[in-house]
């Protein structure tokens, strides 16, 4: 940052990146390995989601390279948002034998929420959680988890409900 001290005046520079860190338990945090998001001319015309999501995808795809040659055999689980739900984050994490966890966002893949409300049967875990293993998205097997809660948000009840994608089998969770 620097400042014109004569007017008062600050420049402040950012830089956006993706970090993959470890989490080892207690609320310790290691970072691993970072990549900045790149954005280019390509990008000047289109909404700022689509170039978020188009940037972050593609850091990804660069971060998980540098993490699978610095850590060739550790095992990873990838926690991630809907930004995620891509064939090309799929595809790498099934080519590194990572497992995933993303988090399903209204309009990132439309079609998953969509099939996943039109299941005749899924199967419960108690009241709150309802969960689907093996449902196709494109070429791949995901498991999906749908999770409703309730909080008091500012004095009002409110249901909060999440869908997930999940390599993982829910008896191994």
């Not at 099934?94 to 966890?101: A, E, K, L, Q, V």
Request: aromatic share 12%; charged share 30%.
């Amino acid at each position: 940052m620097t400042q014109n001290w004569l007017e008062n005046e600050f420049t402040r520079y950012h830089r956006s990146v993706l970090e993959a860190k470890i989490y080892f338990g207690n609320n310790i945090v290691c970072s691993i390995a970072t990549e900045t998001i790149e954005n280019s001319d390509e990008y000047l015309n289109q909404s700022d989601e689509a170039v978020k999501q188009d940037c972050e995808s593609k850091a990804f795809a660069r971060l998980a390279e540098k993490i699978k040659k610095k850590f060739p055999r550790l095992p990873i689980i990838i926690i991630a948002d809907g930004l995620y739900v891509t064939q090309n984050v799929l595809k790498i994490c099934r080519d590194y034998h990572w497992d995933y966890i993303i988090r399903y966002k209204e309009g990132s893949a439309s079609s998953i929420a969509k099939e996943y409300r039109a299941l005749p049967e899924k199967e419960t875990v108690g009241t709150n959680i309802e969960y689907q293993n093996k449902d196709m998205f494109h070429d791949f097997d995901v498991n999906l988890i749908y999770y409703r809660e309730k909080r008091i948000v500012k004095g009002e009840e409110k249901e909060i409900k999440k869908l997930c994608l999940h390599k993982l089998m829910w008896y191994d969770i």
